[in-house]
């Protein structure tokens, strides 16, 4: 039995508030939890986009899902990027197959590009074009207040790393797909987008629906003993 809580409390002259969650018995935490799994396990890195639309308020959705993500003294270092524009598409590709080219013909090793084969990844990126929505996720790994001074950030990789994560499961969750893309350096986005000087590109994310029909590599997940070790 609880005691009714306040709902507004003060804790060192901060203002709290109830956090009210809703526990489930053994049961359901069980099978909610096995259910959850069951649904993301079905969640694959899909480069064959269809062309039909995805709405934008759909798009907003998707967004705010990513940025309840935890941050670093809250201070949600991210801008999410949401590209439809068929122009600004075809000028992101463009940079991108330029420096992917790099990548494949050079910059990238034997022994990455071996790792690479089984997945068919190339130069040539045609679903920065086809998907109906790219999202650039930068990293804000600073802020400027109104009178330019600069302040920091906390924890800005794991934060935004965290929110992309999040960004993907929601995708995944609304039967879209994506896949994560970082063409490498990746500086020519803050340009064609126009960012200011203290956000730094940190993902790219196609997505839409896939093409119907669409098929992804044949690999498999590692089981929980290989990625788990319990201490009990
Ligand atoms: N950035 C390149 C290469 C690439 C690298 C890894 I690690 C991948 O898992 C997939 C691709 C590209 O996007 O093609």
């Keep these: 039995m609880s005691i009714a809580a306040e ?8 203002k709290h508030t109830l956090f009210e969650s809703g526990s489930l018995s053994k049961e359901e935490l069980l099978k909610t939890s096995i259910q ?6 079905k969640r694959r890195s899909v480069r064959d986009f269809s062309d039909r639309e995805v709405s934008k308020k759909a798009i907003e959705n998707l967004i705010k899902s990513a940025s309840t993500a935890p941050s670093g003294a809250h201070k949600q270092p991210w801008t999410f990027c949401a590209i439809s524009n068929s122009e600004l598409k075809s000028k992101i590709r463009e940079a991108a197959e330029v420096e992917e080219q790099e990548n494949y013909s050079g910059r990238m090793s034997e022994s990455w590009l071996r790792d690479l084969a089984p997945l068919g990844t190339t ?7 086809e998907a109906p929505w790219l999202i650039v996720v930068f990293k804000k790994v600073y802020q400027l207040d109104e009178t330019g001074a600069k302040h920091n950030n906390y924890y800005v990789n794991e934060s935004v790393g965290i929110a992309c994560g999040m960004l993907i499961t929601a995708i995944h969750n609304a039967g879209l797909v994506t896949l994560t893309h970082t063409p490498s350096p990746m500086n020519f986005l803050t340009k064609v987008l126009e960012r200011p000087s203290n956000e730094r590109a940190y993902l790219l994310l196609p997505v839409g ?3 119907d029909p669409a098929y992804v590599p044949d690999i498999e997940r590692k089981e929980l003993d290989e990625v788990s070790q319990f201490y009990e």
């Design 209 to 211: 629906y896939a093409k």
């Design 7 to 14: 709902k507004k409390i003060e804790i060192n002259g901060y």
């Design 36 to 41: 959850f799994f069951e649904h993301l396990d």
């Design 123 to 129: 130069m040539e990126k045609p679903f920065l074009e």
